[in-house]
């Protein structure tokens, strides 16, 4: 864990001790309202009563700021016992412990805000009794609650607490841990069972993720660098002084705020009107090579519908200050957009990312962030993701923007005071905390005119469908992708991997598949152009089929496309080649069997010979050859002079090693130990490549 994470567990562990040494939680039943307000101060969720306010380093960072406080109006002596009794649960619900661990803050805020819900049932069917939680029934307080599954969780507490003697009473037909009660089923009729074919969150289309990753990476590379300049000339411009004979001037010589404002948006209209959009080259920006359609101006209305203004140009750079503004909040959801995708880090994790979120590890940089989901300490716990370079870059420019729009503020405003990453751009006050990142990336992708790109059933682009679209790209690419994935996303089960994030996409079986395919092609293409480098048997029938094809199409030189075509034809359209180790293709039809697959009714590359009739070798393979050749030698010499039993091994490699290549053979013949070691049958005439 972080030091700031230790810190807060620590912290809130040590608020509870001091708590369990000053008062005894079984008398908290009978305690009044001088005591329960002072727990509560030991607790840390403040001193007013009718006010439960938690500390908001407690909770996660999503949360709204008006989240951390929960306030009742208590002005009535109903009012006044039901908050007694709430409060009186909250203290216990933070004390007591239940099963693994207790309950983190934000379970206890969560169920106090339920139990406002329940409070007035309560008020009213204890009314002139002295019960409290026995008023009402277990299926009437669900009733109230409307969250079934959270409020069967509380009233499961409450009898715990019933139980274990440190409430008075508990709910009518209480809920026990044990098992449910077998119920008469005789007469009933048979329920109905809905199935669900709701879909989850699905990855991104492959023709939207490279649509809006080119248009991402060109706002953050050459348009990024230029609109931060203007930005901070603009927050360092001043207003000239005004004159002596100002007309709104409560004092001579001085302007009302109002007036200066206006000043001050004036010449930053200036500026950005005549400012000079360069990219990182020098190179004039004379437009943007993608329409921008709703990021002019934060007044329109008719812009809402993706529809322009008479004289609007969907390609025009920023002209005004306002609609500079509009652009500041399209950079920073690129900046969310693409380092969501490059690392899929949950909502609250980027959420949680600060200033100095980079931190160098040898020659380059982690990402670092806090993970909450799965962990049962209060603040998650600090993991990082490699940043390559445009990762890098993105994220100093997002320091860079958040750190600016921080200054727009007065210094005075709490929101923009922190070291937050991602900040509002222009709900105020500006540069206060983002609370959520889901609104931030529809509108990138509104604002891009990309929404028809999306599915109609998925046209949300929410942060989960980044993760699902992570775990499809490593599918599809690397060998190990559950277990890259399994490391990327924190998952302690590969099945969640697996069935939740990799296999979410239906179709990706046959895409895997495809792919395959399509890299079988472009193996066999490179092999087609360096035909004369290749050696197996196999390369003798390839350089014939490429000779063929030449006389048959009258051409002294394949074009890209014959290449590809006879690549196709050469691997029955990627279906037939395998690659057994680097620079080793076998090359037999997959439902055919060999000297590898005897008795086995299909191929087995990891039975693969040296000398098959089937086998393919590349350049590389050459030179590896050569190289083990060389070490196999050595440890025969050193088999003989100790006397080894590995000595019929090493001279078994040797046989296996040396004929695969006519070159490396005749380097090796003359060699002593070669000639003592060697096939005596084959001679140099019968090597086959």
């Not at 019960?131 to 959270?150: C, K």
């Not at 508990?170 to 809905?194: F, T």
């Not at 060999?594 to 098959?612: V, Y």
Request: aromatic fraction near 8%.
């Amino acid at each position: 864990m972080s030091k700031i994470d230790s810190f807060l567990v620590q912290d809130l562990e040590r608020l509870r001790a001091d708590a369990r040494s000053a008062f005894s939680v079984s008398e908290i039943q009978n305690f009044k309202r001088v005591d329960l307000l002072a727990l509560q101060s030991r607790l840390g969720h403040g001193s007013t009563w009718g006010k439960w306010r938690t500390p908001e380093e407690w909770l996660p960072k999503s949360l709204s700021a008006g989240a951390y406080l929960i306030e009742w109006e208590l002005d009535t002596a109903f009012a006044d016992r039901a908050w007694t009794e709430v409060l009186r649960y909250a203290l216990l619900r933070s004390l007591v412990k239940k099963g693994r661990a207790i309950a983190k803050p934000i379970t206890v805020m969560s169920e106090v805000r339920l139990l406002r819900r329940l409070a007035p049932a309560l008020t009213i069917a204890s009314h002139g009794t002295n019960r409290w939680w026995s008023s009402l029934t277990v299926d009437e307080m669900l009733e109230h609650m409307g969250n079934r599954g959270a409020a069967q969780v509380l009233c499961a507490f409450l009898g715990f607490l019933y139980r274990r003697k440190l409430i008075a009473e508990e709910p009518r037909q209480a809920l026990r841990d044990d098992g449910a009660i077998e119920r008469v089923r005789k007469g009933e009729q048979l329920k109905q069972s809905h199935i669900s074919t709701r879909m989850g969150y699905q990855p991104f289309p492959d023709e939207f993720t490279g649509q809006c990753g080119q248009r991402v990476l060109w706002l953050i590379k050459t348009l990024g660098p230029t609109l931060l300049d203007c930005l901070e000339a603009c927050l360092d411009a001043r207003p000239p002084p005004p004159s002596r004979n100002h007309y709104a001037a409560l004092v001579k010589g001085s302007r009302t705020a109002q007036n200066e404002a206006m000043e001050t948006n004036r010449v930053r209209r200036t500026i950005v009107k005549e400012w000079e959009w360069r990219d990182p080259t020098g190179r004039r920006i004379e437009r943007i090579p993608f329409g921008v359609f709703s990021a002019r101006s934060i007044y329109s209305r008719r812009q809402l519908n993706l529809k322009l203004r008479d004289n609007e140009d969907p390609n025009s750079l920023p002209e005004t200050w306002q609609a500079m503004r509009s652009f500041l909040t399209l950079l920073e959801a690129a900046h969310a957009w693409l380092l969501l995708l490059a690392s899929g880090p949950r909502a609250s994790t980027a959420l949680s990312q600060k200033e100095d979120c980079l931190e160098a590890v040898g020659d380059g940089y982690r990402l670092k962030g806090i993970v909450t989901k799965n962990d049962r300490s209060v603040a998650g716990y600090s993991r990082d993701w490699p940043a390559p370079p445009i990762i890098e870059f993105t994220a100093r420019q997002q320091i860079r923007l958040a750190r600016l729009l921080k200054r727009m503020e007065p210094l005075s405003a709490s929101e923009n005071t922190g070291d937050h990453l991602w900040v509002t751009t222009l709900k105020s006050p500006v540069g206060g905390r983002l609370h959520d990142m889901n609104a931030l990336l529809n509108k990138l992708v509104k604002n891009l005119g990309l929404k028809h790109l999306l599915a109609e059933e998925h046209q949300s682009a929410h942060v989960h469908r980044f993760r699902k679209t992570l775990a499809r790209v490593i599918a599809l690419t690397l060998t190990n992708a559950q277990m890259v994935a399994m490391d990327c996303f924190g998952h302690d089960d590969p099945d969640v991997t697996l069935k939740h994030y990799i296999m979410s996409d239906r179709a990706i079986i046959a895409d895997v598949q495809q792919v395959q395919r399509e890299l079988v092609i472009l193996m066999a293409v490179d092999a087609i152009n360096q035909s004369e480098t290749l050696g197996g048997r196999v390369s003798t029938k390839i350089r014939e089929a490429k000779a063929q094809f030449q006389r048959l199409h009258r051409k002294s030189k394949l074009d890209p496309e014959d290449v590809y075509e006879l690549a196709e034809v050469l691997t029955l359209e990627g279906r037939e080649w395998a690659i057994v180790m680097p620079g080793v293709i076998c090359a037999l039809p997959n439902l055919a069997t060999g000297p590898c697959g005897t008795r086995q009714g299909r191929r087995n590359p990891g039975n693969c010979q040296s000398g098959c009739a089937h086998q393919l070798l590349t350049a590389y393979n050459k030179s590896e050859c050569d190289d083990t050749v060389s070490y196999i030698l050595e440890q025969i010499q050193k088999s003989e002079d100790l006397h080894s039993v590995s000595l019929n091994m090493w001279a078994g490699q040797l046989r296996n090693w040396l004929y695969r290549w006519h070159d490396v053979y005749l380097k090796w013949s003359d060699h002593p130990l070669v000639q003592r070691y060697g096939n005596p049958d084959l001679e140099a005439d019968g090597i086959f490549s």
